[in-house]
């Protein structure tokens, strides 16, 4: 059973600055790219910003510029953190990983955590 936690989330004033950080836990052969997608009331999820376990990394235009992705391969975590946020940043962050397990490559879920950029 893999599992993703995010940690992080809450109320931020604009300007401000958030760390969001997400462990799995479980067992696997390789977990491949990790990604933080998010979902504003009444739009669809889209994503944030992804990293392969190579370290490259892909962003939204949306928070290129103020959001950076990292990983750690050993503690098996990934992190995003975001600078400069506007109220539009507003949304549930979830963490998304594709795992390679014994039996089958598949996509994971964090539960979500969430993100108020408001004065």
């Known amino acids: 059973q893999v599992q993703l936690v995010e940690f992080g989330g809450g109320l931020v004033q604009p300007g401000g600055s958030l760390r969001l950080s997400c462990a799995a836990s479980?067992?696997?052969?390789?977990?491949?790219?990790m990604a933080w997608y998010r979902q504003a009331p009444g739009k669809e999820r889209e994503l944030v910003a992804s990293?392969?376990?190579?370290?490259?990394?892909n962003y939204a235009d949306s928070v290129k510029g103020r959001s950076t992705i990292s990983r750690d391969n050993a503690k098996n975590t990934v992190n995003l953190q975001m600078n400069s946020l506007k109220p539009e940043d507003t949304a549930v962050y979830y963490c998304?990983?594709?795992?390679?397990?014994?039996?089958?490559?598949?996509?994971?879920w964090g539960q979500g955590t969430q993100v108020i950029v408001s004065s």
């Open positions: 998304n990983a594709v795992i390679n397990t014994v039996f089958s490559l598949n996509t994971y």
């Open positions: 479980g067992s696997w052969r390789t977990i491949n790219t």
């Open positions: 990293i392969t376990n190579g370290g490259s990394t």
